[in-house]
């Protein structure tokens, strides 16, 4: 069995709680800007996302941290994995219909979607095309 590395899993622990509380925050603030029907307005079904697998990344972030601070190999919780890995898969599904519904809403709201440069990057939907970058 290979050796526990503290430092290693600590500061990996702290990667991830990093990158939830940004995905959380990114999640939060597109979602917000959608409901209050902001004139520029960024979604996608990655960002919609986020926020529901942050819980996860969460999780492992904290059993990352416990196992570098204990030193030792403990057993992680099934039942609250399992949970969470229920609200991950409802997430998917969940972001994807609302992604859907957003990009239906928003146009018949007269908004237009301007020109994405990547796959990945959110969709951006604005009251004018001038906005447009």
């Known amino acids: 069995m290979d050796k526990i590395n503290p430092i290693q899993l600590i500061l990996s622990s702290i990667a991830l709680l990093i990158l939830a509380i940004f995905g959380i925050y990114l999640s939060a603030t597109y979602y917000i800007d959608y409901f209050q029907m902001k004139p520029r307005i960024l979604f996608s079904f990655q960002t919609g996302f986020i926020c529901f697998a942050s819980p996860l990344v969460l999780y492992f972030s904290y059993y990352s941290f416990i196992l570098g601070y204990k030193k030792k190999l403990i057993r992680m919780n099934n039942k609250l994995a399992g949970f969470l890995g229920i609200i991950f898969i409802i997430g998917i599904v969940?972001?994807?219909?609302?992604?859907?519904?957003?990009?239906?809403?928003?146009?018949?709201?007269?908004?237009?979607?301007c020109y994405k440069s990547s796959i990945f990057a959110?969709?951006?939907?604005?009251?004018s095309k001038e906005m447009c970058k």
Do not use: A, K
Not at 94 to 113: A, C, E, K, W
């Open 94 to 113: 969940f972001s994807f219909f609302f992604s859907t519904y957003v990009r239906i809403d928003l146009t018949s709201n007269g908004y237009y979607t």
């Open 122 to 127: 959110p969709n951006e939907y604005v009251i």
